[in-house]
């Protein structure tokens, strides 16, 4: 494994750098006006992208993009730094066209759409046009496993009928999301992995309703995490994504990529984090001494900086791991990041927000907004429980491949 990065990533990183900082940054202030204002998209969102599509920042994100395509392909490896950068600010990825769930909806349809289905829906995600929300996650029940759902999608001759609830579905508020992926049972009766299908479901079909748009830990998001019920409704058959009884495999095929996509940019934000509690400290006096001579404030530094720098290499592992034999083979490491990641995003935000006192709570820093998020990653794409009960599956079932292979390291006396 050789994480440098090339001649060809170092160029796109100075330039994502530049961009965010002449063009994102100082438009924080702007932004959370206009939004608290009511006002979203905001009124400068479609210019950045116009601008940043022109400068060749655009569909970082997808390693598989085919020519014609707008975009510059990149390994998850190489995009990786990318993301990190753009991590820094919430809202950056969405002025690169690399913001989710738009991502890993665009995975699917590069992977799995007709050409119809591409030239209807993936083509202007490609351009940044229209947004899209995938739904998947249930309110009554357990859906962090797929198996749960209930949703049901019924055949109807030349259609398939839609009924059920869904929930925290990112994107639904967005005045330009145009379609839902929406994962439900076609089959009740088949194996359990064999159930689900996931059809295409243009916004405004009759029967969709947006119930509300829900907050997260008291926090309204602009492009919503929104509860939808759907209510006969009904799109045609050629509408189904891939094939009857494949979407869990297909939701495992596009978990992975947005897994480690949250990731890349949560080392970023707590990069930012751990700099905004540096200078804090350095600037700062308490007590007759600077924060950072207070033993508490430095060793919550340099825990930072070693756990955002473990974190980072693991995350640039599994990049590595992912390009080189899939998600499913990598399924494990990308489970490991997604437990520990949002952990170490969390801890930093925290560490900072104490080191800025009153001032962390406020909209002065953007630490209570990346806070808020970091804790709401670890039920993102499965909560931490699933991941770690996930990990021990694997681990344990290694071990017992190798069942009495530590033998010789006991010290136990022989028997009579």
């Given at each position: 494994m050789n994480f440098a990065n090339s001649p060809k990533v170092e160029d796109l990183l100075r330039r994502v750098r530049s961009?965010?900082?002449?063009?994102?940054?100082?438009?924080?202030?702007?932004?959370?006006?206009?939004?608290?204002?009511?006002?979203?998209?905001?009124?400068?969102?479609?210019?950045?992208?116009?601008?940043?599509?022109?400068?060749?920042?655009?569909?970082?994100?997808?390693?598989?993009?085919?020519?014609?395509?707008?975009?510059?392909?990149?390994?998850?490896?190489?995009?990786?730094?990318?993301?990190?950068?753009?991590?820094?600010?919430?809202?950056?990825?969405?002025?690169?066209?690399?913001?989710?769930?738009?991502?890993?909806?665009?995975?699917?349809?590069?992977m799995f759409a007709t050409p119809a289905q591409r030239e209807a829906w993936l083509e202007p995600l490609l351009e940044g046009t229209i947004r899209s929300a995938f739904a998947m996650t249930e309110p009554d029940v357990s859906s962090s496993d797929a198996t749960n759902i209930t949703t049901s999608i019924r055949r109807d001759g030349d259609d398939y009928v839609i009924n059920g609830r869904k929930w925290f579905i990112t994107n639904a508020a967005h005045p330009n999301c145009k379609l839902f992926i929406v994962m439900g049972k076609t089959d009740p009766d088949a194996e359990s992995h064999r159930q689900q299908s996931m059809v295409l479901v243009p916004a405004g079909t009759p029967g969709v309703t947006i119930v509300r748009n829900i907050t997260v830990m008291n926090h309204v998001s602009p492009e919503g995490h929104c509860e939808i019920t759907f209510k006969n409704v009904r799109v045609p058959a050629a509408n189904l994504l891939g094939e009857e009884g494949s979407g869990f495999a297909l939701a495992q095929a596009r978990l992975g990529p947005g897994r480690i996509h949250h990731c890349m940019r949560s080392i970023g934000a707590a990069e930012l984090a751990l700099e905004?509690?540096?200078?804090?400290?350095?600037?700062?006096?308490?007590?007759?001494?600077?924060?950072?001579?207070?033993?508490?404030?430095?060793?919550?530094?340099?825990?930072?900086?070693?756990?955002?720098?473990?974190?980072?290499?693991?995350?640039?592992?599994?990049?590595?791991?992912?390009?080189?034999?899939?998600?499913?083979?990598?399924?494990?490491?990308?489970?490991?990041?997604?437990?520990?990641?949002?952990?170490?995003?969390?801890?930093?935000?925290?560490?900072?927000?104490?080191?800025?006192?009153?001032?962390?709570?406020?909209?002065?820093?953007?630490?209570?907004?990346?806070?808020?998020?970091?804790?709401?990653?670890?039920?993102?794409?499965?909560?931490?429980?699933?991941?770690?009960?996930?990990?021990?599956?694997?681990?344990?079932?290694h071990g017992k491949e190798r069942l009495g292979s530590t033998a010789a390291y006991l010290n136990i006396p022989p028997r009579d």
């Open positions: 961009f965010m900082d002449e063009h994102i940054v100082p438009r924080q202030r702007q932004w959370l006006e206009e939004v608290h204002a009511g006002q979203y998209p905001v009124s400068f969102m479609e210019d950045l992208k116009a601008r940043a599509k022109a400068e060749g920042l655009w569909n970082l994100f997808l390693p598989h993009l085919k020519d014609g395509e707008p975009g510059t392909r990149l390994t998850n490896l190489e995009y990786a730094p990318l993301a990190e950068v753009m991590g820094r600010v919430s809202w950056a990825s969405e002025v690169f066209n690399c913001n989710a769930p738009d991502t890993g909806n665009m995975e699917l349809l590069h905004l509690m540096v200078e804090r400290a350095v600037e700062r006096k308490s007590f007759g001494k600077f924060l950072h001579q207070h033993g508490t404030v430095g060793e919550w530094i340099a825990k930072s900086r070693i756990e955002i720098d473990q974190a980072r290499l693991f995350v640039l592992k599994a990049a590595w791991l992912l390009d080189e034999v899939g998600a499913k083979a990598a399924r494990k490491e990308i489970s490991m990041i997604k437990a520990l990641v949002p952990q170490v995003y969390s801890t930093v935000c925290d560490r900072a927000m104490q080191v800025f006192g009153a001032m962390g709570l406020s909209p002065d820093t953007p630490l209570a907004d990346h806070w808020t998020w970091a804790r709401a990653l670890r039920y993102a794409d499965g909560p931490d429980e699933v991941h770690l009960q996930a990990i021990a599956r694997m681990e344990i079932a």
